[in-house]
């Protein structure tokens, strides 16, 4: 069903001017957190998902959106005047990543604090072998449900002892546990349904899971889809899972030259620039950003295209980075205990750092004060573009987002994000400068990190083949062409010693000119060290095995080949019969399963048809061997007569030498 429009009204002045009034613990908590007044989205939002009203919720990234549907969770959980009962679920939220599921489920465990009852229970979660304390009155105990970190069997321990009713996590592991008997979430207790990323929920692969949870939950229930893009995938779903929903858009307008008023996808507080540079002087240029940007940035953000190249880049930006700046990565592949650890890392990092990541830290992440984003390698989905950079600038917050394009084509990116209502301008403060010897001179720091451990120099060969990839992948083709790449500047933007084995570098010398022996680059570890020698000395000598053999093959390079040939032939023989035989294998099982699905009737025609068809093949068989019969008789015949004419011929009738 099409939701229903609903203008956004200018936000109040303050929280206490919403009707009905929030509880006053609610307002302490808005108040401990410096939130003086809501903003548009979350005034919007409250005025109507507070009720019964089914909400989707489209608005800028950065404008508040976790707090626009926390805030009528909890008051929808807590009203009544007896709790839930034990094992019965009410309030749900999904979310795409473990990430935005542990972060959403941190802020509203501080939430939650400020309500007595509910952070009395809160504070025995660490107590493993105890069961939550009953309570008189309505009460929200949460769950954290996200694959990896822990076991499922884990979580349905914990949720039979603690009885939540309240469930945050990923598509997967909530599914999972839906599934189980012992978790009941019925029509008389479940309350609330909130999505949050919904369109990443469903670009991401979960459709399968979420139609599972939605088959598990009530429909009479109030649902929130929260996103800062919709796409027709949420709209399909919007058609399925809700119930005359009301659609909030909240957007952004800002005034430009001449008068003209234009929509922003991002808030005003966020500037959102680009520099044109060559490949070998990205990381010299991010550099200087970071030494140059006044203030200094305390957190920043650095997107990569692949997990290889976060990888790469965390190991070899140590020596390269402005002093003062320590390094964390998050990226797919890391184990989810690490990934869960650097991000807390970088969140409550004190000095400045830099986070090295993909795009699993460009949606829903809300990072406190970062402020600058640089987006080495420009996304291949352009919307992705506008999340990625709404990682700075967020609630209020000045915010720098710059994206590296190479010269040439590439700088049509620009004209293409004016057309997507995402306007961005040249860099100009701070002013980027690098020369060939700045540039060539970080190559260099990088390439020797690479000549001093092996493991550096494979991870730097797998780091550009998949941004290869990704590059061959991306979505404006017409603007990110292969074609126009510089192979060689690309490799000294990476600090390679070789460029890798791929189709598009055929015909450019790999060496790059270093002249490097790659084979001579030693293990870092002195044990895969060792063991690398060993193999590499162990196939010289199978090589020179095969040489030895090759020239003492009795030096008959013809019979050898003749032998080579007729063992190639047997094989194939061999080859060939096995394949014969696995064809009337297949043959056999396919009749006995025809005849399996056959009437005794069909059976019986079937069968005669095959006595007939064997009673030709029998005559045939006959008739050809009587044919080749009649053809070597004749062909006996004809030589018989043969030899007979020639000794006719051949008696002259000689009768000894004349005298």
Known sequence: MAPVQTRAKKAPRSWDALTPPLAQWILDYLSSMGFEHPTPVQKSCLDLFRGNKDVVVEAVTGSGKTLAFLLPVVEKLLRGDEPAKRHHVQGIIISPT???????????????????????????????????????????????????????????????????????????????????????????????????????????????????????????????????????????????????????????????????????????????????????????????????????????????????????????????????????????????????????????????????????????????????????????????????????????????????????????????????????????????????????????????????DREIYQLAQRAFVSWARSYIEHQASSIFRVSDLDWTDLAKGYGLVELPKMPEVKGIDRSLGLGIDVESIPFKDKVREKKRLEELEKWKKEKEARLAAQQNSNGDEVAGQKRKKNSAWSEKADNEEAKLARREKKRKRREAEKMGQMGEKEKEDAKKLEELIAQVRKQNEEKMREEKEARRAAKGESAVKKRKVVEEDSDDGFEGFDD
């Open 98 to 452: 473990r990430e935005l599921a542990s972060q959403i489920h941190n802020v509203l465990a501080n939430l939650i604090k400020f309500h007595g009852p509910s952070a009395e229970i809160l504070s025995t979660y660490g107590k493993a072998d105890e069961k939550r304390p009953t309570s008189s009155e309505p009460v929200i105990v949460l769950q954290l449900l996200v694959g990896g970190t822990t076991k499922a069997a884990e979580d349905l321990s914990a949720f039979l002892r603690l009885s939540p009713n309240l469930l945050i996590g990923t598509p997967g592991r909530l599914a999972e546990l839906l599934s189980s008997p012992y978790v009941k979430a019925p029509a008389s207790s479940f309350e609330v349904l909130v999505m949050d990323e919904a369109d990443r929920l469903l670009d991401m692969g979960f459709s399968q899971e979420l139609n599972r949870i939605l088959g598990y939950l009530p429909k009479q229930r109030r649902t929130g889809l929260f996103s800062a893009s919709l796409s027709e995938a949420v709209e399909r779903l919007i058609t399925v899972g809700l119930l005359y929903p009301h659609k909030i858009t909240v957007r952004v307008k800002s005034l430009k030259d001449g008068g003209i008023i234009q929509e922003r996808k991002t808030p005003m507080s966020l500037q959102m620039s680009y520099i044109v540079t060559p490949a070998s002087q990205k990381i010299p240029a991010l550099c200087q950003l970071l030494a140059n940007l006044e203030p200094r940035p305390a957190r920043s953000i650095v997107f990569f295209s692949s997990c290889y190249a976060v990888k790469y880049f965390t190991r070899v930006l140590h020596g390269v980075l402005p002093t003062g700046y320590s390094i964390v990565s998050l990226h797919g592949k890391l184990e989810p205990q690490v990934r869960e650890k650097n991000f807390e890392r970088f969140v409550n990092a004190t000095s400045p750092t830099v986070l090295l990541t993909t795009d699993i830290a460009a949606r829903g992440l809300d990072i406190p004060q970062v402020d600058l984003v640089v987006q080495h390698d420009p996304p291949t989905d352009t919307k992705v573009f506008i999340h990625r950079c709404g990682r700075a600038g967020r609630a209020g917050r000045r915010g720098l987002a710059v994206v590296m394009l190479h010269p040439g084509r590439e700088e049509g990116y620009v004209q293409l994000l004016e057309v997507r209502q995402t306007p961005i301008t040249p860099l100009e403060k701070p002013a980027i400068s690098v020369t060939e010897e700045e540039a060539e001179q970080v190559s260099g720091k990088i390439r020797a990190q690479s000549l001093a």
